[in-house]
């Protein structure tokens, strides 16, 4: 067996397009170590099998048809990964989205448009309710939503879903009549390819998927039942939907994900302390904590106000179960940070980037650092 022979069958059982080794896990592996080249000249991690790199059949693969790889030698550590071309070139390409500042300030109406798309998206506080109602491009059928904070805090923000071929009307009732909204986001089209049908369709596919996210409290009082349409006609919507749902979060409206769909930016955490065990994982809309996760009932009177509170409204939403000394937490949930996360399932004051880690023992902390490719200061630990 040769040297590296080792590092070539380790990355070959590995199912993630890409690994991340810290030269010493490496070293392990091998039960040897590596050159010194190999820390201070990139170039030894090379695609080549000339003779000086010979090792790199390691990562090539002798028994993986037409391999490649793109190895990154990065502040201590090397990205190895298998590059497929057809997995690549069915990445999703990136996005030109365009938002337009209508009254030139900040907090007035913005217009967004997405590049090849027909639809349009309008955002106003309702402190600009005015500005929005005089704008043409409410001149048609269109989809809104409604938002504004809940009075508990879980979830945070409470929303209404609507469509309707008279917007001016609609909203201008809605102004009247609702008191708990404090922004309002409509989506329209620029050629009038949105008829009552569509729209209908896409109130019902929003007030069904933000159902079973569960990320927001939703005002409506009834699930809309999905129309009948052609089968273009449903892709059409589709289509329209999918751009949508690119749209919210650039807005800064996440209600529409589970918690389980969201993509993770690092490992599998865990939480231990007394009378609490849990996983979570960062994303980059929150810290989510998986259900099933066991937190103390008893919080320590020195925790601040605002997490006795997020506590007592998860019990009551039901997020929380109370069993004996322990609360379970019924699904996924996002928090907004891992020390909040850590707060409210320990019931005191936590650092979460402490006390989250990874199985092999690394803080959050730790992984945070490493991934930023900087050494901490001595003295910040």
């Known amino acids: 067996m040769g040297k590296y022979d080792p590092l070539h069958d380790h990355l070959l059982a590995c199912n993630e397009p890409v690994l991340q080794m810290r030269f010493t896990d490496i070293e392990r592996l091998l039960g040897d170590d590596l050159p010194a080249s190999a820390r201070r000249h990139p170039a030894w991690w090379a695609n080549e099998t000339v003779e000086a790199h010979i090792h790199a059949r390691a990562w090539l693969g002798r028994r993986v048809p037409n391999p490649q790889c793109r190895p990154q030698r990065r502040h201590g550590r090397v990205h190895l990964g298998w590059w497929n071309p057809v997995t690549d070139a069915d990445a999703p390409l990136g996005a030109s989205i365009r938002i337009f500042l209508a009254g030139g300030i900040a907090d007035g109406v913005w217009v967004v448009e997405k590049s090849n798309w027909t639809g349009k998206a309008l955002m106003a506080p309702r402190t600009r309710y005015r500005d929005l109602r005089s704008r043409s491009d409410l001149d048609g059928p269109g989809v809104y939503l409604l938002s504004g904070p809940t009075e508990s805090g879980v979830p945070a923000l409470r929303i209404y879903i609507g469509e309707t071929d008279d917007l001016p009307g609609r909203l201008d009732s809605h102004n009247k009549t609702k008191d708990f909204w404090n922004r309002v986001i409509v989506f329209t089209s620029k050629d009038d390819n949105l008829n009552k049908a569509h729209i209908r369709y896409l109130e019902a596919r929003l007030i069904a998927l933000a159902k079973a996210a569960n990320r ?16 273009p006609d449903t892709a059409e919507a589709e289509a329209f939907l999918r751009e949508m749902l690119l749209i919210y979060p650039v807005l800064g409206l996440l209600s529409f994900q589970k918690a389980e769909e969201l993509p993770s930016s690092s490992v599998r955490l865990f939480l231990r302390g007394k009378d609490t065990i849990a996983q979570g994982t960062e994303t980059s ?28 409204a998860m019990i009551e939403k039901g997020v929380f179960a109370v069993e004996g000394k322990h609360l379970r937490l019924t699904e996924d949930y996002v928090f907004s940070s891992p020390s909040n996360a850590a707060m409210v399932l320990q019931g005191r004051t936590s650092n979460g980037r402490v006390e989250w880690k990874a199985e092999d023992g690394r803080t959050l902390k730790e992984i945070q650092t490493e991934a930023a490719g900087v050494d901490e200061p001595v003295g910040l630990r």
């Open 216 to 231: 927001s409290e939703l005002e409506n009082g009834n699930v809309g039942s999905l129309p009948p349409l052609s089968e």
């Open 285 to 312: 809309e929150g810290f989510v904590v998986y259900a099933g996760a066991l937190g103390r009932t008893v919080a320590v009177p020195s925790i601040h106000a605002y997490g006795t509170q997020i506590r007592q």
